[in-house]
Each structure stands twice: as structure tokens, then as C-alpha cells.
């Protein structure tokens, strides 16, 4: 008798795991995103344009490498840009979503630009 009781709980706790193991994650509109904004560079000065959580664009002029910024959105349109605002350098604009690189461009030159965007869902 104990080993079919045995037996019986071994099968019940190889069902619940499973059935637990079987579910699937679904997201909902109040799930918060981490997206990490990088810029790098040989640049000395750069112009940095990115959309913020609210969707909103920001401008940064003058600013030295590297330079992150973190923002938390629940979905929506991803945009950065960086352009080198001297005569010489490079500049590489990455963006990154819960911690992988989802886009990077670079370009070298004096005043050029490089920029990425992407779409959260």
C-alpha cells in the first residue's frame, strides 16, 4: 500500500509540474518595459535626441561620452539619435530592451549622425 500511495503522489507532483511548467506569461498593458538608451564614442561633444517614456522628445546639446539613460515605458515608438558636433570622432547610438541590444548604428565623421529607433509592444 505505501507504494502505490508513493507511486500515486510521484505521478501528481509530475502532473502539477507539469501543468505549471505549461503556462504561459501574458503580458498586460501595465507591464513596464527597461530601456536603456547608450551612447559611445570617440565624439567630444555630441547632440543627443531621444523619445522619453511619455512619448515626449528630449534635446541634449554639448554632452560628453558615454552617456545612458534609463526610462520605463509600457509600450510605444523608441527613438535616439546622436550627431558629433565637432570636426572629428565617431558616435554609436544603441538602444537596449530588458537588457538586450535591440538596435545600434555608428558613423564616423565630422558632424555626422547616427540613430536607431524601434517599436515596443
Same mark, same amino acid.
Given at each position: 500500500m505505501a507504494?502505490? !500511495?508513493r507511486t500515486i503522489s510521484i505521478i501528481g507532483l509530475f502532473l502539477i509540474i507539469s501543468l505549471l511548467s505549461s503556462c504561459k506569461y501574458v503580458s498586460n498593458e501595465n507591464d513596464v518595459r527597461? *530601456?536603456?538608451?547608450?551612447i559611445l564614442g570617440t565624439a567630444h561633444r555630441v547632440t543627443i535626441t531621444f +523619445? !522619453?517614456?511619455?512619448g515626449e522628445t528630449e534635446t541634449f546639446n554639448h554632452i560628453e561620452l558615454p552617456w545612458e539613460r534609463n526610462i520605463?515605458?509600457?509600450k510605444g515608438y523608441l527613438y535616439l539619435s *546622436?550627431? !558629433?558636433?565637432?570636426?572629428h570622432g565617431s558616435v554609436t547610438a544603441r538602444i537596449? *530592451?530588458?537588457g538586450k541590444i535591440t538596435k545600434e548604428s555608428t558613423a564616423s565623421g565630422p558632424f555626422v +549622425?547616427?540613430?536607431v529607433s524601434d517599436i515596443l509592444e
Open positions: 507504494y502505490f !500511495n527597461v *530601456v536603456k538608451y547608450e +523619445t !522619453n517614456a511619455s520605463y515605458p509600457k *546622436v550627431q !558629433n558636433e565637432r570636426h537596449w *530592451v530588458d +549622425t547616427a540613430a
